[in-house]
């Protein structure tokens, strides 16, 4: 852009990036939202596909998405790094109080306590006291520079719903690692760049305080024992709280059922259970869509990998146009709705699933799929089959006939074997679910549907 007085003499110039309309998205959560896979498996950045980054700059969006050393709030400063930056009379005063320096978090739940009282007695206030060991900004992009994990499913979403619908995509990124509900507490609103939700919130703001839904992966962290019996109501406070504070009442959550944890844990039953809560909340918060991490590859003990990210991004873009776009087409994935006994053989089970894209899709491996009577026995089965003429059924072979009551069960424990999807790599997620099975009818004229 040019400009020139009156008598035509050019006055100056700048030039502009470019400014689209389209529809903004927000990506919250923990680790697997933020990116820990690495980088040289990223999705290349797409044109029409912009951040918001944490240093509250429209920028192109490429991973990490989630630049922490930039971050203009403190909850998502590094502060396992910047802990190193601590002077010795900090850390002096610390230990006085009982706290130890790598104890130092903006997230802790003893932030508000011992470190308080040492900035209040120094006269410090506590953004000061953060502010005295944020790096400075030749610093930080030294230490971006040389990041070598950072890419999650974000970039992949926005690609694939601006390739689908032609309209510029605009991503708030938000997620902070190691995170659990009761972090993201609503009612912790007012302490704004201080706390998850409140910087989420002052960041919807400053972008126009309208999106067009939210992106939500998280639950790992509420696998602890005395977290999980929380989860759902936390989940369920947290989607309506959000809802509210913006006037969407229909906001879409499209939101991940945490995947596999590959080394022991004492929490693999909790890990089960807050998966399997996570498929059963898809029907009772409304305008919400599930897709599962639980088949995808890892990177690590916890974390998924490059290209499961972006598998994962574009099952979620699936989802975003199935339900904020309303894509005709596309359906969530295989979810399984009823079992029904098969007319030729009393030991044989026809698994009926709703949501399929064209037909299913079996793993190699058999996968963790369980019969279970009333009374706890697991009924054994073998010979898990594709049914030709409905692409939407399973058969599978149990040792014995199946009882008129049973739980059906897929995936559980902290590394099962899954892998059923559809032609769309929209992939079965995780449940649990009581089954009644009636009696097979044999006539012609009473084939079941």
Request: charged letters at 25%.
């Amino acid at each position: 852009m040019m400009f020139y007085s009156k008598e035509g003499e050019l006055l100056g110039s700048f030039f502009a990036d470019p400014v689209w309309s389209g529809d903004v998205w927000v990506l919250a959560g923990q680790s697997n939202m933020e990116g820990y896979a690495p980088l040289d498996g990223a999705e290349k950045p797409a044109a029409l596909v912009t951040a918001f980054g944490l240093d509250d700059i429209w920028c192109e969006a490429r991973d990490p998405l989630h630049r922490k050393w930039h971050a203009t709030d403190p909850v998502h400063w590094p502060v396992d790094a910047l802990q190193a930056s601590l002077s010795s009379s900090v850390v002096d005063a610390l230990r006085t109080h009982g706290l130890k320096p790598e104890e130092v978090s903006p997230r802790g739940a003893r932030i508000g306590g011992c470190v308080r009282k040492v900035i209040g007695e120094s006269g410090m206030r506590w953004m000061e006291f953060l502010q005295a060991f944020k790096p400075s900004l030749e610093d930080a992009d030294e230490f971006e520079s040389a990041r070598i994990i950072g890419t999650g499913p974000g970039v992949s979403f926005g690609r694939f719903i601006a390739a689908e619908t032609g309209v510029p995509v605009g991503l708030v990124p938000c997620a902070v690692g190691g995170t659990g509900m009761a972090q993201w507490d609503p009612t912790l609103m007012s302490a704004r760049g201080e706390s998850l939700y409140g910087s989420m919130m002052r960041r919807i703001e400053f972008v126009g305080g309208r999106v067009r839904g939210i992106v939500w992966y998280q639950g790992e962290s509420d696998t602890a024992p005395d977290e999980a019996p929380h989860y759902e109501l936390r989940l369920q406070e947290f989607v309506t709280a959000l809802r509210k504070q913006l006037g969407q009442g229909d906001l879409p959550f499209l939101y991940v059922q945490i995947g596999r944890f590959v080394e022991p844990s004492e929490n693999a039953e909790t890990w089960t259970e807050i998966r399997e809560l996570q498929a059963s909340l898809e029907e009772s918060i409304p305008r919400s869509r599930l897709a599962t991490a639980v088949d995808l590859g890892m990177c690590d003990a916890i974390h998924i990998d490059a290209d499961g990210a972006c598998r994962l991004g574009e099952r979620l873009g699936r989802l975003a146009m199935l339900e904020a776009y309303h894509d005709c087409d596309q359906k969530a994935g295989p979810r399984f709705t009823r079992a029904r006994r098969s007319r030729d053989d009393a030991n044989m089970l026809r698994l009926v699933f709703s949501g399929v894209n064209g037909k299913l899709v079996l793993p190699e491996e058999a996968p963790a799929l369980c019969f279970i009577a009333t009374d706890g026995e697991t009924i054994e089965w073998s010979n898990l089959q594709l049914r030709d003429d409905r692409p939407n059924e399973l058969l599978v072979t149990l040792r014995e006939p199946a009882p008129s009551v049973l739980f059906v069960q897929y995936g559980p424990g902290l590394n099962p074997r899954t892998g059923i999807v559809d032609e769309d790599d929209m992939a079965l997620p995780c449940f649990r679910i009581r089954a009644h099975v009636p009696a097979a009818f044999t006539t012609p004229s009473t084939i079941d549907e």
